[in-house]
């Protein structure tokens, strides 16, 4: 099953960032300004770049942060899947305003996973088996804000959908 690919998709971001002639700063500043309304609306504060440069490190992030660093670069996670990856159609998130965030709607997820377990007949154990994680990260999500990006496009795969179908531009 495909895997997320975490260090590419910092590599395309990192790319952009120099093509535009941004600093870790710069970046940070574009970050929290593609939601600048809302933002200052919720009185929110702005994207640490040090967080940006542990990410890079890191290769791995939530989800929700991944989305931020998506829209930045307009792809969607798709491009960023490394192995044999499912052919799910139109991968494009969907747009969103100043005003907006795109969040992951993880119940939605989880409905769906679980859905489609209960017409393969699996369990949450085996489920988990084939995903690659413990029953309970599984089920977790039905009440989680967060999970592994790694661990949401594995999910995707295993259902064929977009991840797109289960990301929405959101006020909060």
Known sequence: MAAFDGEALIAA????????GLDWNGLAQELYAQSHELNAELLDHAVCPGALVRTARRGTMSCQYALMLLRWIDRPPEDFLAGRAAHVGDARLPNAGPD???RWDLPQLHAAVNEQRHERQLTWAALGDELGATANRLTNLRTARQADMDLVMRMTQWLRQPAARFIHPVRW
């Open 13 to 20: 971001l990192d790319a952009q960032r120099v093509a535009r």
């Open 100 to 102: 907006r965030r795109l």
